[in-house]
């Protein structure tokens, strides 16, 4: 399957499973957006993964909504300098200033300026969204850009430094 961020580099994958979202299904609520009125309450779901490169060094967390009515789509949720020794994120752990991201790690602030996970939030009768959540094994121990950085700055580095992608892409649509 292609995503958005094979643009960025056409990289070997490995396993990302979740508890809270699954590949090709309907997010649940908790997922979608409460401050935007999709009857959600912006809980990052939990994420595990395994067999990524034996290299590996770090990880970034990215959640982005390429149909957006945007002319750049839409970031919901950036994590930069997760320790390769994490290899799973609990649910909630995209909370604003959380407790439950490992020392190290940090939240970008996304396209609606909040530094936190924010959940699906399409326009009614925009169809249906697809939201590409991905964990992005890297070759380097901080990806070095400063903590105002933007979600797509992060993923423009993110290119000179991922050694191997996972991808699981749930959907909503508001009706």
Known sequence: ?????????????????????????????????????????????????????????????TMYDPLAPTASGFWHWAVADIPVSTTSLPTGAGEEDSTLLPPGAWQLTNDASLRRYLGAAPPAGHGRHNYYIAVHALDVDTIGIPETSTPAFLTFNLGAHTLARAVITPWWEAR
């Open 1 to 61: 399957m292609r995503t958005p961020y094979d643009q960025i580099g056409d990289v070997p994958t490995f396993t990302l499973e979740s508890n809270d979202v699954e590949n090709g299904r309907e997010l649940d609520p908790p997922q979608r957006s409460g401050i935007f009125g999709a009857g959600g309450s912006d809980t990052s779901p939990e994420l595990h993964w395994s067999g990524f490169p034996a290299g590996t060094r770090s990880f970034a967390v």
